[in-house]
């Protein structure tokens, strides 16, 4: 997925029903100017969908997304400021020279990963390495990040304190001290 390096706005719409996802995609993009980045089916029949676009079109198209959507949105996002770590991080794997601590966090849903990368960026003093969407995961999706010991733990703890309010995570883990070994499986 390629996300313009300048998108500030970042929309995501997830359904449980393929149909009901191509008719949502059809209303967003009918509702106001905005610039799909990826649509297409995932995991266990879901439909995912990714936007941009000034604040006000995306806003407008995101509601519209979720109304058609109805019952059968299993979970948005609307991300006004997104943090320019999530751009880089989202379907492509950051190569860094840093090997510090690294914190995993491994969600139910795309949108989730993506909502506890940004708040994890946000809280500071780790990189995103990679926020892997969907594919061949069963639906789930996760985020590697690395940095020291105590950004690690404090970014972790953002990123999942709302996706936990939300049912959404499945597994976290932080590996202070990695082998060396690992790294290029992890950057992989």
């Given amino acids: 997925m390629n996300i313009d390096k300048d998108t500030i706005v970042l929309a995501i719409l997830e359904f449980d029903s393929i149909a009901v996802g191509f008719n949502a995609l059809d209303d967003i993009v009918k509702t106001a ?15 995912l969908i990714v936007f941009s676009g000034d604040v006000a079109s995306a806003e407008y198209s995101f509601n519209k997304g979720k109304e058609t ?21 989202v379907g492509n794997i950051k190569q860094t020279e840093n090997w510090g601590t690294i914190g995993i966090i491994e969600t139910k849903t795309v949108t989730s990963a993506v909502e506890a990368a940004d708040i994890a960026a946000k809280e500071g003093g780790v990189e ?23 950004n690690v733990q404090a970014a972790t703890d953002a990123g999942i304190a709302k996706i936990t309010l939300k049912n959404l995570l499945f597994a976290k883990t932080i590996i202070p001290q990695p082998e060396k070994e690992i790294k290029k499986y992890f950057l992989k």
């Avoid at 100017?33 to 439909?47: H, L, M, W």
């Avoid at 959507?69 to 991080?89: K, R, S």
């Fill in 128 to 150: 995103i390495v990679e926020i892997r969407l969907a594919n061949g995961f069963g639906g789930k999706s996760y985020v590697k990040m690395i940095g020291d010991l105590e």
């Fill in 69 to 89: 959507g109805g019952n059968h949105v299993v979970d948005n996002l609307f991300l006004p400021l997104v943090h320019a770590e999530i751009i880089n991080a």
């Fill in 33 to 47: 100017p905005v610039k799909i980045i990826d649509a297409r089916t995932i995991c266990f029949g879901k439909y």
